[in-house]
């Protein structure tokens, strides 16, 4: 059984991680935590600059070792993880041990839309709508291990947080 104090969630970029977030930890008065935020503070600089300094390879190693302290904390919180979060088998062994996970999904011209001209998107340099659906076609089985999958294309930010609410409550039940 999944626990449900803590929430995790994970999607391609552009899915509506950070501001379901947002609304999740106010409807359940407890902390957001943005696993993108957390590592920024760690590492004294930006997620672009981190990329620019030492590579994808370094960061992915920062991000495993961020989310594995933040999921063995007694913390209640709902965390929003960066897109690629789960490309570490340990990282989606973590979030299943210790939170009910949710995966957002959208569809690929909704993503463009959401994201162009975010300068802050290190993957997305150069063809943004070419990268997006490149990174998306690589990453399609990706999300399959959460406990629920909420397509966020035509549903508002409070509509997903209901749908994740009612299915965390679900698996208490």
Known sequence: MARTDKI?????MGTGKSTVAKRLAERLGIERVDLDEEIEREAGCTIAELFDAKGEAHFRDLESAVLARLMAS??????????GAVLREAN??????SGFVAAL?????????????DD????LRGDAAGRVRRLMEERKHAYDFAHIKIDTTDLTPDEIAGRILAAAKETTA
């Open 105 to 117: 999904t959208a569809s690929p011209e909704r993503i463009i839309e959401r994201v162009s001209g």
């Open 92 to 97: 989606r062994e973590a979030m299943l041990a």
């Open 8 to 12: 995790v969630l994970v999607g391609f």
């Open 74 to 83: 007694d913390r209640p919180f709902v965390l929003a993880t960066g897109g």
């Open 120 to 123: 802050s998107r290190p993957l």
